[in-house]
Nanobody, 121 residues
Framework: QLQLVESGGGLVQPGGSLRLSCAAS????????IGWFRQAPGKEREGVSC????????NNADSVKGRFTISRDNAKNTVYLQMNSLKPEDTGVYYC??????????????WGQGTQVTVSS
């Protein structure tokens, strides 16, 4: 009943854009920081971006700074990841996760199933 569901992934050419969505059901995201993570085949999962519960603070991996923007709409119980200027190295499965605390405070409580992003010519 407590679910996070990612959507918006797909195949895009280098330089293109995608917007990922992370929608919660069964609970409200109002008091959760939300992180986006990604995992490429054969690689460890890495943090991409995170937003505080209020939306007032964000954290971004150096590899995506200036290209990715995380945002949230608590009224819609949804968090977004706008990805611009995509590169092949951005390819991977993208997951959203919720933590009832700060972005870097510990283990995330809820995880989505992931959505595939493929950047290729």
């Amino acid at each position: 009943q407590l679910q996070l569901v990612e959507s918006g992934g797909g195949l895009v050419q280098p330089g293109g854009s995608l917007r990922l969505s992370c929608a919660a059901s069964g609970f409200t995201l109002d008091y959760y920081a939300i992180g986006w993570f990604r995992q490429a085949p054969g690689k460890e999962r890495e943090g991409v971006s995170c937003i505080s519960s209020s939306g007032g603070t964000t954290n971004n991996a150096d590899s995506v700074k200036g290209r990715f923007t995380i945002s949230r709409d608590n009224a819609k119980n949804t968090v977004y990841l706008q990805m611009n200027s995509l590169k092949p190295e951005d390819t991977g499965v993208y997951y959203c996760a919720a933590i009832r605390g700060r972005c870097l405070s510990g283990v995330y409580d809820y995880w989505g199933q992931g959505t595939q992003v493929t950047v290729s010519s």
